[in-house]
C-alpha cells in the first residue's frame, strides 16, 4: 500500500501537467493541424498505408511529425508501429500525404477490423521562437 500511494504521489503532477499541456495544444488556434483517413490498407499483416491531412503557416518548418497505429490482436496483445510522416512543408495549404506504417517487429502482426491511428504535426515559426504541436486520434478500419 505504501508503494501505491508512492507511484500515485510521484504520478498526479505528471498527469496534471500532460492534461494542462493538451488542453492547451487542444484549444490553440495556431493554424497548425492534421487530420486522419477514416480508412486504411493493410498488406500481408504487417504493413499498413493511411493518409493524413497536415496544414501549418507558411514560413514555418516541422518537426516531431509522426503516425502511430496500435490494434488489439488477442486476449492481451497489441500490435503496434510508428512512423514520421514524409515531406510536411509549411505552406499554410492542407497538404494529404499517404504514409505507410509498418507493425514493430518484437510485436504480433496487424489483422482487417479497427485500429487506434494517431498523428502528431509539430511546427515552429523561428521569427518568434515558437512552436506549436498538435495531436489527433482516429478509429480506423484496416482493410
Do not use: H
Amino acid at each position: 500500500m505504501k508503494d501505491r500511494l508512492a507511484r500515485l504521489t510521484l504520478a498526479l503532477p505528471l498527469m496534471a501537467m500532460l492534461l494542462l499541456a493538451t488542453a492547451t495544444v487542444a484549444s490553440a488556434d495556431n493554424g497548425v493541424s492534421v487530420a486522419i483517413q477514416p480508412t486504411a490498407e493493410l498488406n500481408a499483416k504487417v504493413e499498413v498505408i493511411t493518409t493524413v491531412t497536415v496544414s501549418c503557416p507558411s514560413g514555418w518548418y516541422t518537426m516531431g511529425n509522426s503516425v502511430t497505429v496500435e490494434q488489439a490482436v488477442g486476449g492481451r496483445s497489441i500490435a503496434s508501429g510508428t512512423t514520421y510522416i514524409p515531406g510536411v512543408q509549411c505552406t499554410g495549404q492542407n497538404q494529404t500525404i499517404p504514409v505507410t506504417i509498418l507493425a514493430d517487429t518484437g510485436g504480433p502482426p496487424f489483422k482487417k477490423g479497427t485500429a487506434l491511428v494517431s498523428a502528431t504535426l509539430g511546427a515552429c515559426d523561428y521569427s518568434v521562437f515558437g512552436c506549436q504541436i498538435t495531436t489527433t486520434n482516429a478509429v480506423v478500419r484496416l482493410r
